[in-house]
């Protein structure tokens, strides 16, 4: 009976030792790399990573949001988060910040996170390296965004 009740004991201390250990929603692990993927929703309060950024050849193009794409907005192109999402990019190099609006999907090169507009390149200090890495900070998620209003004054 006694080998039962350590049994039974041993078991119950693993159970609340793992319990003990859930982080919070959206909590990683110090070690997890983060760089190399797209976040993994929205409301991730930041990700770090790789950006690129482009410019005259794509000048006219039409975005995925359906707008063409204009290299002097402050727009970027990102694989998952909404379309009008509006995003904080921070040059991790130099601390240079500006906000952008998600209106493209991409990019498709490995290990970069999101592709900026010349203008927001620009801004970032990043046009000479073309890659760079920054922090992205989701200030304002499209899907949560309340639609415009259409009465007048």
């Known amino acids: ?20 250990s859930v982080g919070r929603p959206g909590d990683r692990p110090p070690s ?6 797209a976040p993994a929703t929205p409301a991730s309060p930041a990700t770090t990573g790789r950006a690129s950024w482009y410019g005259d050849a794509h000048q006219g193009k039409k975005t995925a949001s359906g707008e063409a794409y204009d290299m002097a907005k402050l727009t970027a192109a990102h694989r ?4 009008g999402t509006r995003v904080r990019v921070t040059n991790v190099a130099n ?5 952008v609006r998600i209106n493209d999907r991409g990019p498709f090169v490995a290990g970069r996170i999101i592709d900026l507009s010349q203008a927001a390149a620009r801004a970032l200090g990043a046009l000479g390296a073309g890659v760079v890495t920054v922090r992205l900070e989701v200030l304002e998620d499209a899907a949560v965004e309340s639609p415009p209003s259409t009465s007048r004054p």
Do not use: F, H
């Open 95 to 99: 601390g240079r910040a500006v906000v």
């Open 1 to 20: 009976m006694t080998g039962l009740r350590v049994g039974v004991l041993g078991l119950l201390c693993l159970a609340a030792t793992g319990c003990a």
């Open 32 to 37: 997890e790399d983060v760089g190399s993927r």
């Open 80 to 83: 998952t988060l909404p379309l």
